[in-house]
C-alpha cells in the first residue's frame, strides 16, 4: 500500500492510501471514507480487499485526526465542516490528479457518509465523482428517543472534556474532536446538518444528481436504523437512487462483520458496476 499525504485549503495534512492495484488501469476506482472512531484500516479487514477483487482499483482516505493525518494541535479548532469543505474536496482533487478522468464512486461509513453526502450538497453541479454510496448513514429527521438522548449523552461528553473518549470507552481507535463530534452529533438534536456559514446540507441534497445508493444494517437499532437511512434515499434528489438493508448486520458490522461479504458486498458491487458504466 502507498500512502500520500495531502495538504488542505487551511494547511492540514490528510491521508491517502493506494492498495496495491490487482485490476487493470483502465478499472473504475473507488475511494472509501471511514466513519467516527476509525481510520482507514477498517477497511482493510477485508471489505477492501474484497472491493479489489470484483476489479475496482481501491483508494482509502484519512480525515483529519485520524489514522495517519494531522493530529488537532488546539482543543476545539475543527469542525464537522472541516471535513466537508477542506478535506473531502483535498482528497478528491489529489486522486483526480492520479487517475484522470477515470469513473470514480466514493464510499462511506456513518460519518463518512455524512461527509460524501454533504460535499455532494455543498459542491453544487457536482464534485468530480460519478457515485455515493453510504453504508450506514442515517438522516437527522427520524432520531426516536433512545438516539435523541444518545446523540444528546454523546455531545455532552465530548464538549465537557474536550474531545469524545472513543477509546477509552471501546468504541474505536481514534477519539473525535469535541467540535468536529459535537457539530455532528448536533445535527441530530436539530433535525438539520447546518454548517456555521448556515447553508443546509440536507436541504440541498434535494439538488444533487449523482447516482446514490443507501445501505443499512437490518440490526443497527441505535446508531442508524434501517428507517433513518432510508431518509437520505428520500431526501437526495438523485434520478438513479437505490436502498438496499443487509439483514443480519448492525452499524460496525457492515463493514466489519464476515457476513458483508455476502450481504453488503455483492449488492454494492452489482450497483456500482451498473452506475460506473
Keep these: 500500500m502507498i500512502t500520500e499525504l495531502v495538504q488542505t485549503t487551511d494547511g492540514v495534512t490528510v491521508g491517502l492510501h493506494h492498495l496495491e492495484p490487482v485490476a487493470p488501469p483502465i478499472a473504475p476506482v473507488l475511494l ?3 466513519g467516527a472512531f476509525s481510520g482507514h484500516t477498517i477497511w482493510l479487514r477485508s471489505f477492501a480487499a474484497q472491493l479489489a477483487n470484483h476489479g475496482f482499483d481501491i483508494w482509502l482516505a484519512d480525515f483529519r485526526g485520524h489514522g495517519v ?36 464512486g466514493v464510499i462511506g ?18 464534485p468530480r ?19 435523541y438522548v444518545g446523540a444528546f449523552g454523546f455531545r455532552t461528553l465530548a464538549l465537557a472534556l474536550g474531545r469524545f473518549p472513543a477509546r477509552a470507552l471501546r468504541f474505536g481507535g481514534d477519539d473525535e474532536g469535541a467540535l468536529m463530534f459535537g457539530q455532528w452529533m448536533g445535527w441530530n438534536l436539530q433535525g438539520r446538518w447546518l454548517s456555521r456559514d448556515g447553508f443546509d446540507y440536507l436541504e440541498a441534497l434535494s439538488r444533487a444528481r449523482t447516482p446514490f445508493l443507501g445501505v443499512a444494517g437490518g440490526r443497527d437499532l441505535l ?15 438523485s434520478p438513479t437512487k437505490d436502498f438496499h438493508i443487509a439483514p443480519s448486520l448492525n452499524h460496525p458490522g457492515l463493514v466489519l462483520d464476515p457476513r458483508a461479504a455476502t450481504e453488503v458486498v455483492p449488492p454494492v458491487v452489482s450497483w456500482l458496476k451498473r452506475v460506473l458504466q
Design 129 to 147: 465523482w460519478d457515485a455515493l454510496v453510504t453504508l450506514g448513514t442515517p438522516g437527522p429527521s427520524r432520531m426516536g428517543l433512545k438516539r
Design 69 to 104: 493525518a494531522q493530529r488537532e494541535a488546539a482543543p476545539r479548532s475543527w469542525w464537522f465542516d472541516d471535513l466537508i469543505e477542506r478535506d473531502a474536496p483535498a482528497l478528491i482533487e489529489r486522486l483526480r490528479a492520479h487517475i484522470g478522468s477515470r469513473p470514480l
Design 223 to 237: 446508531f442508524s436504523p434501517p428507517y433513518a437511512c432510508r431518509e437520505i434515499v428520500e431526501r437526495i434528489g
Design 32 to 34: 472509501l471514507l471511514h
Design 109 to 126: 461509513h456513518s460519518a463518512g457518509g455524512v461527509v460524501g453526502l454533504a460535499a455532494l450538497a455543498r459542491a453544487g453541479a457536482g
